[in-house]
């Protein structure tokens, strides 16, 4: 696993490269519409596909915790990679800073991640003189082995 944002970004250059990645991890290479499992996909330009029976299109994030966010995936898999190598709580203005974003975005990002992974928020210690609703709590490390798992496929 990389050590460093830069060594973690050069694995993921562009918008394209990681939703090539993203497609990897979700399909397998056999593309399945969200919106009906059984159906036929036309690959269609730009990473998009079209579902024969619903007539939508749709693509790699459709469905998933980077659906309808303006927020480039290079960005969120960043957010990911660093909580799960943190060894104890991030904030969202730490976060926001080392992504170029904002404090908020940092926040709701943190939020989803969260969510998906359906990581535990614990107490954080007041002596860390941490704003409340900043930190998203330590990470247990079980927790943080269900990130790693999906991050093991990165690019070495």
């Known amino acids: ?8 970004l050069a694995s993921f250059p562009s918008e394209t490269e990681c939703l090539r990645y993203l497609e990897k991890v979700r399909w397998n290479g056999i593309v399945i519409s969200p919106f009906s499992p059984n159906s036929k996909v036309y690959y269609c330009k730009d990473g998009k596909f079209k579902c024969r029976d619903s007539g939508k ?6 469905g998933t915790m980077f659906h309808h ?16 190598i943190e060894k104890h709580a991030i ?14 975005s940092a926040w709701y990002m ?5 969510d998906y992974f359906n990581l535990k928020k614990t107490p954080v210690s007041r002596k860390k ?3 409340e609703t900043e930190t998203i709590g330590e990470i247990s490390n079980a927790d943080k082995l269900n990130m790693v798992e999906w ?5 070495q």
Do not use: G
Request: hydrophobic share 45%.
């Open 1 to 8: 696993m990389q050590k460093s944002i830069s060594q973690f």
């Open 91 to 104: 904030t969202s203005v730490d976060m926001a800073k080392e992504l170029q974003i904002t404090q908020k």
């Open 69 to 84: 966010s303006r927020i480039s995936l290079q960005k969120w898999f960043t957010a990911i990679w660093m909580m799960s």
């Open 57 to 62: 299109y749709f693509n790699a994030k459709t």
């Open 151 to 155: 991050l093991k496929m990165l690019k």
């Open 110 to 114: 943190m939020q989803r991640i969260r």
């Open 129 to 131: 003189k941490m704003v």
